[in-house]
């Protein structure tokens, strides 16, 4: 064979038609929450529509100049500039990631504090085929539209721009340095081909799996060596053995990235790097330990060392959502000529992961997705890539900061929804001590 043979799209061609045929009956579920009065909610959107300049300008800006995780700099002195152009002061370098922004502003009476987040990382190669120049412009949009009526608003808003999203858990590091302390609930959304209020996302980890063995010449003396990669071989196997026992909603990927310098020497060192992603924090802990015994065993079973290291990156948590929350996104995605689809619609075969997860087992938040590109295009694509720098992008971008600006006022401005927001999130455990978690 001169070529791999192409995947066939039949799964993903039944997963769409399963797709549209619940869109046919999904009603998600009314708001009871009065929100903020109609004179705040015309003036905020009123502002949105100013802002539509600006706007496009991140979009598009950041788009043609993608920076990957940590490297976000002119990505934030763009959304810092924009900003600052219109009143608010706005930090870069904040809660110790030199790529991170801090902009809040406090309305004239005492309430509570919601965040607004943005995401700006692209991916190495690729650029920002996750859309994040879009998330960049919903949250700046939101929050300058809220800063328009700070003279009526109650409360607090914080912006933070959170860098290195994609793999590095920007946002855990941030939290980690009390970007998140004081604040009550925290919103953002992201761009994807469907229009949805609610979605799965697994909780990710990264492991690193070194074995070291003992060097021999493969051919005069191969007993007298120790086969690190023969152990990573079989930690492969084992994982893949694994599959067949794991949840549906469980992921484990893994590459062999070093496994010896010449086939005529025992290989004394072999290293295996993997993801490994579930649906619950409970699930993804016991995956962990299912991994370490693998790992374990290999080694047993090749006379190796292993050293497994966990978490060069800090991992993120399946995001918990709050459904008092989104049920004031989805009015004001009504109110744009959206439908947000609720949960359960969209198959959850197709989750990724987000360090907004970490965030969401600290403090209340929501995390909706918002459609700039056609369904059948997933995320991470060129396809993706090309999806968000288009008239759909800035669109999504209007309408995405809109959506959370309103959700922000009408919570900042109904105690009923506040309590219920809160009840929700005692009633789902409350925070957990996410940097110990999987201690």
Not at 1 to 9: F, K, L, S
Not at 12 to 32: K, Y
Not at 165 to 189: C, L, T, Y
Request: charged share 20%; with cysteine; proline share 8%.
């Amino acid at each position: 064979m001169t070529e791999p043979t192409v995947p066939d799209p039949a799964f993903l061609h039944a997963i769409a038609a399963e797709t549209r045929v619940r869109m046919q009956t999904a009603e998600p579920a009314p708001s009871p929450y009065r929100g903020a009065p109609q004179e705040l909610t015309d003036a905020v959107n009123h502002r949105i529509a100013a802002l539509e300049g600006d706007l496009a300008h991140i979009v598009h800006t950041l788009h043609a100049h993608p920076e990957t995780a940590y490297q976000e700099h002119a990505s934030a002195r763009v959304l810092a500039d924009v900003i600052g152009a219109h009143g608010p002061d706005a930090t870069v370098g904040a809660h110790g990631v030199a790529t991170a922004i801090r902009a809040e502003i406090t309305g004239n009476v005492p309430g509570p504090t919601i965040a607004v987040l943005s995401e700006y990382d692209a991916l190495p190669g690729i650029g920002h085929a996750c859309g994040h120049n879009v998330i960049a412009a919903t949250g700046v949009g939101a929050f300058l539209a809220l800063a328009s009526v700070r003279d009526r608003l109650p409360g607090r808003v914080v912006f933070l721009g959170t860098p290195a999203e994609e793999g590095h858990s920007g946002k855990e590091v941030m939290a980690r340095n009390g970007a998140f302390d004081g604040v009550d609930a925290a919103i953002m959304v992201h761009p994807y081909g469907y229009d949805l209020a609610d979605q799965a996302w697994l909780g990710r980890r990264l492991l690193t799996i070194t074995f070291t063995g003992v060097p021999a010449h493969a051919s005069a003396q191969p007993f007298m060596g120790r086969n690190a990669l023969d152990a990573a071989s079989l930690a492969y196997q084992g994982i893949g053995l694994l599959r067949q026992q794991l949840p549906p909603s469980d992921r484990v990927h893994a590459n062999i990235v070093e496994g010896g310098r010449s086939p005529n020497i025992i290989p004394d060192r072999a290293v295996l790097k993997l993801y490994a992603r579930s649906r619950l924090p409970e699930t993804l802990k016991d995956l962990s330990r299912r991994l370490d015994d693998i790992a374990r065993g290999a080694a047993l079973m090749t006379g190796t060392a292993v050293e497994l290291s966990w978490d060069e990156h800090p991992p993120s948590l399946p995001i918990r959502t709050n459904n008092a929350l989104t049920g004031r996104w989805v009015r004001a995605q009504q109110a744009r000529g959206r439908a947000p689809l609720p949960a359960g619609v969209v198959s959850d075969t197709l989750a990724a992961s987000t360090d907004f997860g970490n965030v969401s087992y600290r403090i209340p938040g929501i995390h909706p997705l918002i459609s700039i590109a056609a369904p059948d295009t997933a995320l991470h694509t060129s396809g993706f890539a090309a999806a968000a720098n288009t008239e759909a992008a800035e669109q999504g971008a209007y309408d995405g900061a809109a959506g959370l600006a309103l959700t922000a006022l009408d919570y900042l401005c109904d105690p009923d929804l506040q309590r219920a927001v809160a009840d929700e999130f005692a009633a789902q455990g409350g925070p957990i001590d996410v940097p110990a978690y999987f201690d």
